[in-house]
């Protein structure tokens, strides 16, 4: 298999097709973006890594983000998954990524663990688990990328929380049904943090495998049981992409993460993981180059869980 030359044929797939979309100006620290960058990268479980474009580039990962501390929640909670599982569901919200519709009717049972509501409830547990959630994030970024220079972006974290009325009022209105253990500041702050981590494509790719070698970390360590792993893996395929997950069902057919920075992670389970990055984002806020050139190489090659 010739990764390097499928990864320039479904980048230059997707660059071939009208429409780059917006990078994301909600968060003003995101808007000095570079537009026309893109890259992409696949890491295969045996531990080769190809990449092509700005696959090198870091970026603010966002929502990625999301896949990590729920990994790491569940992971440091142990035999008590359910603890967690309790306080977020794992139903497709059908509403935008910040939504704050379902939560009232929902009893501040926030819908699944990718809608900023469920990360900030992720993000909670992983505190009370571990003291430090944004420390947590980083150290295991590092440990299975192998890259030491992961860091928190904290000009963009401090953009985000200036300009983060949405998810403040998500976050209080949560805790006025008891279901955050830390004071709301500490889990904003957190929040804000683990979102704002820059990362390449590179890294995030090698970050990926763990889901790809169904739960089991770079150092071979475990870090999710098998079941764990792939009950991630189905919650990232129904809710990874927001409002826009069965679309990204139909078009890419692998379970994968999107953040409003502009990078998608997907897992190709037994192979590896790809990431892939540009920073204009469909209405739904993923990129619209990055769901293409996924769209285009799992065309190519057949790679899908169906
Ligand atoms: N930090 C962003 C927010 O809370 C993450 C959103 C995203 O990437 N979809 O709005």
Redesign the pocket.
């Known amino acids: 298999m010739d990764y390097q030359q499928l990864l320039h044929q479904a980048m230059a797939t997707a660059l071939s097709a009208p429409g780059r979309g917006r990078p ?1 100006d ?2 003003p620290a995101l808007a000095a973006v570079d537009p026309t960058a893109f890259g992409m990268a696949i890491a295969t479980v045996d531990g080769e890594v190809f990449g092509a474009g700005d696959w090198e580039t870091p970026f603010s990962v ?3 983000s999301k896949l990590f501390t729920l990994a790491l929640a569940l992971a440091e909670g142990g035999e008590d998954a359910d603890a967690l599982w309790r306080r977020v569901g794992r139903e497709p919200s059908g509403n935008p ?2 939504s704050l519709v379902q939560l009232e009717t929902e009893q501040g049972i926030p819908r699944n663990p990718f809608i ?1 509501a469920g ?1 900030l409830v992720v993000t909670d547990r992983l505190l009370e688990l571990t003291g430090d959630a944004v420390g947590a994030v980083r150290d295991f970024l590092r440990a299975e990328s192998g890259n030491d220079a992961i860091e928190v972006d904290d000009a963009v974290a401090a953009s ?1 929380a200036r300009h ?1 009325h ?2 403040a009022a998500l976050a209080h209105f949560i805790a006025s049904y008891g279901n955050l253990r830390n004071p709301v500041e500490s889990v904003l702050a957190h ?2 943090a683990h ?2 981590m820059t990362a390449s494509c590179r890294d995030l790719a090698l970050v990926g495998r763990f889901l790809a070698r169904h739960g089991v970390r770079a150092d071979g360590s475990r870090l999710l049981s098998r079941s764990e792993a792939k009950r991630v893996n189905a919650v990232l395929l129904t809710c990874g992409t ?1 409002d826009a997950a069965g679309e990204f069902a139909f078009r890419v057919g692998l379970p994968g993460k ?4 502009g990078g998608i992670l997907a897992v190709l389970p037994g192979r590896g993981a790809v990431c892939v990055w540009s920073p204009g984002l469909d209405q739904a ?1 993923n990129s619209v180059l990055g769901v293409a050139a996924l769209d285009a190489l799992t065309t190519a090659t057949g790679w899908s869980v169906f």
Do not use: H
């Open positions: 994301a909600y968060i966002q929502s990625v990524f910040n900023n990360a985000e983060g949405r998810n929040y804000y979102c704002a927001y999107s953040g409003v920075g806020g």
